[in-house]
């Protein structure tokens, strides 16, 4: 089995093997399987599903620097639209979520928060992006918004709306079969071991037909200090420590979660986040972005020339 060790002040993560287990032997084995599948795909014919994920997988087979950006949520055609026209050039996959169900969907004042849209309604609008040749990904809460959704998307993800490891697996298998490779991202509080668990289950249930990869978007803060600074606090430490454990496993970060919304320079954050990360090994980023036509209901995000700028800035992820 794995033992897991999270020493909190740095937020290192520490995964240390008792010796050959079973489990991991054979999670490392459907890495490898993905590795050489995702070769072979991109040096011959593909079938119809490995074509429609053939933009990830060039970039997940090739070990290339992976750039997704986007709207925290979608929100309609004409926002996602917007968007997507600053950052078509740079871009090489747009994050635009459509489902954004809440334990409880009013905040601190009494405010009804935004929830999303339905896998329905957002279709046309995704099936619109993809028309453009820019692939699109999406959080995914249960395993048949996968089949309502294949034909226009291009990644699923999961993350702690889906933290449980027999949905993902399901989530997982539902994608496989879709040939749609999935994003992993880390629950909010401080368990590493279930960010593992995540990640395996995604790997198992697929049974490493298609890719995986994880994104790294921070932890909830824990003391007053950590609360001043920031909305979750980031983990360089799991970069580097999900590479040693993971050889295979593309790595990207997710730094707009990390940022307070009081930062007074969060572009500046941001960049300095993805600097760190990748100097660690991290194979890209995701990041949320807005329109100033259309302004995020759910996070602020940062504008898209600030985007656009942070990458022209001599920053090469």
Same mark, same amino acid.
């Given at each position: ?5 999270? +020493? ?6 520490? +995964? ?61 055609? #004409? ?29 601190? #004042? ?29 959080? &995914? &809460? ?14 699923? %993800? ?71 600074? %920031? ?5 360089? /430490? ?42 660690? /090994?991290?194979? /890209? ?7 100033? #036509? ?18 022209? #800035?001599?920053?090469?992820?």
């Amino acid at each position: 089995m794995l033992k897991y060790h999270l +020493i909190s002040n740095s937020y290192r993560l520490n +995964i240390m093997r008792t010796s050959a287990p079973f489990e991991s032997a054979l999670i490392s084995q459907m890495l490898e399987r993905v590795q050489e599948k995702t070769q072979r795909s991109l040096s011959t014919d593909a079938d119809d599903k490995t074509e429609k994920a053939k933009p990830i997988l060039k970039l997940i087979g090739q070990k290339s620097i992976i750039r997704i950006a986007g709207p925290c949520a979608l929100q309609s055609q #004409d926002q996602a639209m917007a968007i997507l026209d600053d950052i078509a050039q740079i871009a090489d996959m747009m994050r635009a979520p459509h489902h954004k169900p809440r334990t409880r969907p009013v905040d601190c #004042d009494g405010n009804v928060l935004y929830t999303g849209m339905s896998p329905e309604a957002a279709f046309p609008i995704y099936d619109a992006i993809q028309a453009t040749g820019m692939p699109v990904t999406t959080e &995914i &809460i249960e395993p048949r918004h996968i089949d309502m959704l294949k034909n226009a998307i291009s990644m699923a %993800w999961v993350g702690s709306r889906t933290m449980c490891g027999y949905l993902i697996e399901k989530i997982g298998a539902a994608a496989a079969d879709a040939g749609l490779p999935i994003m992993v991202k880390n629950p909010m509080m401080d368990q590493p071991e279930i960010f593992i668990g995540m990640i395996e289950s995604a790997i198992k249930g697929s049974g490493g037909s298609v890719p995986v990869i994880a994104c790294i978007r921070g932890l909830c803060p824990t003391n007053p200090d950590e609360k001043a600074k %920031w909305r979750n606090v980031p983990m360089p /430490g799991y970069v580097s420590d999900l590479r040693e454990s993971f050889p295979n496993l593309t790595i990207i970060v997710d730094p707009s979660h990390m940022v307070h919304k009081k930062d007074p320079n969060p572009e500046e954050t941001i960049k300095q986040i993805l600097i760190e990360a990748m100097s660690r /090994g991290a194979n /890209g980023h995701m990041v949320e972005v807005t329109h100033p #036509d259309y302004p995020s209901i759910t996070d602020p995000g940062i504008p898209t020339h600030a985007y656009l700028d942070m990458i022209a #800035d001599n920053l090469t992820l």
